[in-house]
């Protein structure tokens, strides 16, 4: 997960990115102004935003999340020494997935920032009344989030190579690494919205954009060859324009 902390304190702000990047998290930018944290969200990706109340320039953090929750819909975690009523009613406006008193733990920011994730996907109707589990796929426009040990991990669908069924298990294949999750490769196809990915077997699913070669009965990925069911043939060759 690409995560944007906007912190005015450099010390606090430096020790949070490394605190986060040692939990397995991506660190995009530490800003220290709303100014820059507008530019940055105009122009830049990132999946979630911690941020300060207490911050540098003319806009405070409650008044930087608004402006910028217009211009990218992200989940936003405030993390600030700043407890009393009114700024907490001014922050629940923006309608944050936590709020976090400093000095904070690390494994109650863990927890905010599963949750933070939950909270987002929760928007897409096909994910509602989902519990987090192992068996979980939470897809956030063109990335799913498959759980890992303790905590979701971003995988974006283009970076999918080959669906691989183990039977009650799938594998999921990319050009570096192997993730496997307890679903079936059918529930695994139906829980990912991805055009590009087609069943070519009753074991395997290919991402067609990543496939090297192919003929009427098997294709390469990964230098792997794979069946083309009789069945799956013609689904498989309709993706392909001809011209």
Known sequence: MKILIIEDEFILAAELADTLESEGYEVVATLDNGEEALDFARSEDFDLLLCDIHI???MDGVETVGKLLKIKKVPVIYLTAFTDKETLDR???TYPSAYIPKPYQVSQLRVAIELALHNF??????????KLSAETILQAQDSIFVKQNYQFVKLPLTEIHILEADNTHTHIYTSSKKYTLRLTLSQLCEKID???MVRIHRSYAVNISKVEAFSEQELTILDRPLPIGPSYKDDFISRFMLR
């Open 56 to 58: 540098k320039g003319d």
């Open 91 to 93: 922050a629940m406006k």
């Open 121 to 130: 996907v929760k928007e897409n109707p096909a994910n509602t009344g989902q």
């Open 194 to 196: 991805f055009s590009y």
